[in-house]
Each structure stands twice: as C-alpha cells, then as structure tokens.
C-alpha cells in the first residue's frame, strides 16, 4: 500500500518559517515528479510547487515565489517544503502528491495524495 505522510505543519506567527516533509512508503517515486498543494476552507485545492525526479526543476505557484522552496533527497524524506516570510493567506491544509513524469501543477496529473497537515499562520 502506498503512503504519503506530510509532517510539519503547526501554528505559526506572521514573518514566519515551516518546513514540511513528506515521508514515502509502498513504493518509490525516485523517477517522478512530486508537488505540494494547499487547500484553504472554502476553497479548492491549489498548487504551491513542484519538483521533477531529480529535483534539477522546480515551479512555484507566483503567490509562494522567493518565500517557498521545494526540494527533494529520493534516499530520505523524498521532499520537502521550506515555507519563509509566512502571511495568513498561507494558511490551509498543505498537501503532498507524487505521479507526474514530468512537472505539473494541476491536482489530476497527480495518481498520489498525502492526507494533508494543516498550516496556520496568524497575524
């Protein structure tokens, strides 16, 4: 069974930083893309960043550019999200994916799904 676990997540003041990791069991995605996405209430589910199989390509959504950094070590935690300079428009449940050959930014290029740790920054 394949499983996406994301941790990091917290309660965190404005200016802030978090660092999420998402941890892979059940198989392994050292020759996918993986991605981050977030969900705020009452909204859908959108894309943060993404990050090729050998983590030589990143794309970040433009609200997260210059503050987010998606990284990746197929030997450990295979990727991580740095958050820097957090607001409370970064709040939501974040969520970690993997599938894509290739990067991609849309929820249905993504076959796998973490079940999301929840990010909330105050003002």
């Known amino acids: 069974q394949v499983q996406l676990v994301e941790s990091g997540g917290g309660l965190v003041q404005a200016g802030g930083s978090l660092r999420l990791s998402c941890a892979v069991s059940g198989r392994t995605f050292s020759t996918d893309a993986m991605g981050w996405f977030r969900q705020a209430p009452g909204k859908e589910r959108e894309f943060v960043a993404a990050?090729?199989?050998?983590?030589?390509?990143?794309d970040y959504a433009n609200s997260v550019k210059g503050r987010f950094t998606i990284s990746r070590d197929n030997a450990k935690n295979p990727v991580a999200l740095q958050m820097n300079s957090l607001n409370p428009e970064d709040t939501g449940v974040y969520y970690c994916?993997?599938?894509?050959?290739?990067?991609?930014?849309?929820?249905?290029?993504?076959?796998?799904w973490g079940q999301g740790t929840q990010v909330t920054v105050s003002s």
């Open positions: 990050i090729n199989w050998s983590g030589s390509l990143t």
């Open positions: 994916a993997a599938g894509p050959k290739v990067l991609a930014t849309k929820t249905y290029e993504y076959d796998y």
